[in-house]
């Protein structure tokens, strides 16, 4: 089975960094991506990786702050500079697809519970 455990969540300052863990186990495939979601929003994508992290893609609103990277076990995020509107549930996510989109969750079978990041 594949599971996908998140954590490194937490409080933090504007402009203060957190870098996300997604401990990743039983899976083989391409890609895999973090999302956030906030009280009242829709899921959004945040960053997306594919294969050994040589292709990486960013949304709009985090480009240049955050960086995304993986290993063997584990997918990363590192979060820079962070703004009170960074304030989500961030989660992890894969796809059994080759190829896989930031812009439809719908295409990642397989979710981590989320790790909550909170930036006043």
């Known amino acids: 089975d594949v599971q996908l455990v998140e954590s490194g969540g937490g409080s933090v300052q504007a402009g203060g960094s957190l870098r996300l863990s997604c401990a990743v186990s039983?899976?083989?495939?391409?890609?895999l991506g973090w999302f956030h979601r906030a009280p009242g929003n829709e899921r959004e994508g945040v960053a997306r990786?594919?294969?050994?992290?040589?292709a990486t893609y960013y949304g709009d609103s985090v480009k240049g702050r955050f960086t995304i990277s993986r290993d063997n076990a584990n997918l990363y995020l590192q979060m820079n500079s962070l703004k009170p509107e960074d304030t989500a549930t961030y989660y992890c996510?894969?796809?059994?697809?080759?190829?896989?989109?930031?812009?439809?969750?719908?295409?990642?079978?397989?979710w981590g519970q989320g790790t909550q990041v909170t930036v006043s």
């Open positions: 996510a894969a796809s059994r697809k080759p190829l896989c989109h930031l812009r439809n969750p719908d295409e990642y079978e397989y």
């Open positions: 039983g899976y083989t495939g391409n890609c």
């Open positions: 990786i594919l294969g050994d992290g040589s």
